[in-house]
């Protein structure tokens, strides 16, 4: 049962986190249909960085010392790096959208074209392959937490808990629910959260308030592909096996279901994202799943064809969006222009 909740984790956790950051991008107003370009290019990003550090001064120096406190505060800096260049990206799509005013369905098409074009591009100029690796070897297992956060033999004491969340789970898990948290508290609770909920809402009451509407959205959108970016790294750790590709299999397509299922609200979204998290592990270790803890792995014994269960998540996803999609509210500005001669 750990091993299940830890993996249903692993998907789940990326997945919440590139949802929020389509709500900030529509809440403000802007459609942000580039979730998937930005979660590439952030991976990419974030990969290339933990690729690259490993190789310089201070860096061996600091292995040699303390190996897991470096590896995993390599992992806070890759995050940090896939947020600041995913916001970068997404200015393109806040640019088209805000000031040229461009079909945002349109602009987000183009990016999530451009983005593994771009990625695939580059790694083929770096590695003369397909894929780009954090490190050579079983990487996953180097930038697992190896002890508990409480000290040594703190695993053993926590029992069933310690096995779950702390012995072999990643510090990009914590991060990523923290920031969950703060940001969703920032989104519904203070005064930057309000006014970017009014522009997507009712661009003109907001500016008749004395609101930039422009501002606003622009924040929104970057925010979002910050997130994107951060999600995207995140991925790229957990769930595909420390690697870049050019691919993220669909997860900002799925993070988008999730926002909607979750009718953009983050508590919501939060069970939206564990529920197809969830889909997303059966589909991935079926053959692998002790459910009882006995050795029997009664998913492999049902003996229905592999295939079904990678398409677990997909058809989960249209069904539950064929039964929600009709109760859901978007933002009522969303994906409008803002026109302020316009009333």
Same mark, same amino acid.
């Given at each position: 049962?750990?091993?299940?909740?830890?993996? !249903? *984790?692993?998907?789940? =956790?990326? #997945?919440?986190? &590139?949802?929020? $950051?389509?709500?900030? @991008?529509?809440? %403000?107003?802007?459609?942000?249909?580039?979730?998937?370009?930005?979660?590439?290019?952030?991976?990419?990003?974030?990969?290339?960085?933990?690729?690259?550090?490993?190789?310089?001064?201070?860096?061996?120096?600091?292995?040699?010392?303390?190996?897991?406190? !470096? *590896?995993?505060?390599? =992992?806070? #800096?890759?995050? &940090?790096?896939? $947020?600041?260049?995913? @916001?970068?990206? %997404?200015?393109?799509?806040?640019?088209?959208?805000?000031?040229?005013?461009?079909?945002?369905?349109?602009?987000?098409?183009?990016?999530?074209?451009?983005?593994?074009?771009?990625?695939?591009?580059?790694?083929?100029?770096?590695?003369?392959?397909?894929?780009?690796?954090?490190?050579?070897?079983?990487?996953?297992?180097?930038?697992?937490?190896?002890?508990?956060?409480?000290?040594?033999?703190?695993?053993?004491?926590?029992?069933?808990?310690?096995?779950?969340?702390?012995?072999?789970?990643?510090?990009?898990?914590?991060?990523?629910?923290?920031?969950?948290?703060?940001?969703?508290?920032?989104?519904?609770?203070?005064?930057?959260?309000?006014?970017?909920?009014?522009?997507?809402?009712?661009?003109?009451?907001?500016?008749?308030?004395?609101?930039?509407?422009?501002?606003?959205?622009?924040?929104?959108?970057?925010?979002?592909?910050?997130?994107?970016?951060?999600?995207?790294?995140?991925?790229?750790?957990?769930?595909?096996?420390?690697?870049?590709?050019?691919?993220?299999?669909?997860?900002?397509?799925?993070?988008?279901?999730?926002?909607?299922?979750?009718?953009?609200?983050?508590?919501?979204?939060?069970?939206?994202?564990?529920?197809?998290?969830?889909?997303?592990?059966?589909?991935?270790?079926?053959?692998?799943?002790?459910?009882?803890?006995?050795?029997?792995?009664?998913?492999?014994?049902?003996?229905?064809?592999?295939?079904?269960?990678?398409?677990?998540?997909?058809?989960?996803?249209?069904?539950?969006?064929?039964?929600?999609?009709?109760?859901?509210?978007?933002?009522?500005?969303?994906?409008?222009?803002?026109?302020?001669?316009?009333?």
């Amino acid at each position: 049962m750990s091993f299940l909740i830890q993996q !249903t *984790l692993l998907y789940a =956790i990326p #997945l919440m986190i &590139v949802a929020l $950051a389509g709500v900030f @991008a529509e809440r %403000s107003g802007i459609i942000n249909l580039a979730l998937e370009g930005m979660m590439i290019f952030g991976a990419f990003c974030g990969v290339l960085f933990v690729n690259t550090m490993q190789d310089t001064e201070w860096v061996f120096a600091a292995y040699r010392e303390d190996k897991y406190a !470096t *590896l995993q505060l390599i =992992i806070i #800096l890759a995050m &940090v790096v896939a $947020a600041i260049l995913g @916001a970068i990206l %997404s200015l393109l799509l806040s640019f088209a959208s805000i000031n040229l005013r461009a079909n945002q369905t349109i602009g987000g098409t183009a990016i999530n074209l451009l983005a593994p074009a771009i990625v695939l591009f580059l790694i083929r100029m770096l590695e003369g392959q397909n894929t780009l690796f954090l490190a050579k070897g079983d990487a996953a297992e180097w930038f697992m937490i190896k002890k508990s956060m409480f000290g040594y033999g703190a695993k053993e004491s926590m029992g069933f808990l310690g096995d779950t969340f702390v012995h072999k789970t990643y510090i990009t898990n914590y991060i990523c629910i923290l920031l969950f948290v703060i940001l969703a508290i920032i989104l519904y609770k203070t005064r930057f959260g309000l006014r970017v909920r009014s522009c997507g809402e009712n661009p003109h009451a907001a500016d008749s308030l004395g609101i930039n509407v422009k501002k606003m959205r622009y924040a929104g959108t970057t925010i979002s592909g910050a997130l994107a970016g951060m999600g995207g790294f995140v991925y790229a750790l957990t769930t595909a096996n420390c690697s870049s590709n050019g691919d993220v299999a669909g997860f900002g397509f799925l993070a988008l279901a999730v926002m909607i299922f979750g009718n953009w609200k983050p508590l919501s979204i939060a069970g939206a994202a564990m529920l197809f998290g969830f889909f997303k592990c059966l589909a991935a270790g079926y053959s692998s799943i002790d459910i009882n803890g006995d050795g029997i792995f009664l998913l492999k014994e049902l003996g229905l064809s592999p295939h079904l269960y990678r398409m677990l998540p997909y058809i989960v996803t249209l069904i539950v969006l064929a039964f929600t999609s009709k109760n859901s509210r978007a933002p009522k500005a969303e994906g409008i222009p803002y026109d302020k001669g316009q009333r």
